[in-house]
């Protein structure tokens, strides 16, 4: 192979390879919702007997990767997925804040960080009620 071929040839691996290192970067991005979140839109009939305890202070329901808990007459909503390393978060509440049970991470009912190592805090949703159903949405 002569000089010229060898440069040509040198120079198309290097672009094939510069190429790929972007793409494969471009997918180690972050979400734009943060850590562990993601886009829902559903709802909660507090009629349901599953749902019962969300009609007192203190009660709480998990699912679709949401906490929603009663705080004191107003619905707050959470991420259940950990920013630190995706582990599911729970309701404590007697301490009325969120528990990672993996490495001891703690969020206060905002979804602020309040100790352990969560790099960011938790996604909160939007609540509207109307009647006996809340919409989470966010």
Do not use: W
């Not at 000089?3 to 198309?12: D, M, Q, T, V």
């Not at 019962?52 to 998990?62: F, H, Q, R, W």
């Amino acid at each position: 192979m002569d000089r010229r071929n060898f440069l040509k040839s040198s120079g198309a691996l290097c672009g094939i390879a510069v190429v790929g290192s972007l793409t494969f970067l471009e997918s180690c991005q972050k979400s734009a919702l943060g850590p562990g979140a993601s886009k829902v839109n559903f709802t909660i009939d507090l009629s349901q007997a599953a749902n019962a305890s969300l009609k007192t202070p203190g009660g709480s329901v998990a699912g679709h990767n949401v906490i929603v808990v009663n705080s004191g007459g107003t619905f707050v909503a959470l991420s259940q997925i950990c920013t630190h390393q995706g582990c599911s978060v729970f309701y404590n509440k007697s301490g009325n804040d969120f528990v990672c049970p993996c490495h001891g991470g703690v969020y206060s009912i905002t979804g602020a960080n309040i100790s352990g190592p969560p790099p960011s805090p938790l996604k909160k949703y939007t609540v509207t009620q109307k009647g006996n159903i809340l919409t989470i949405t966010g």
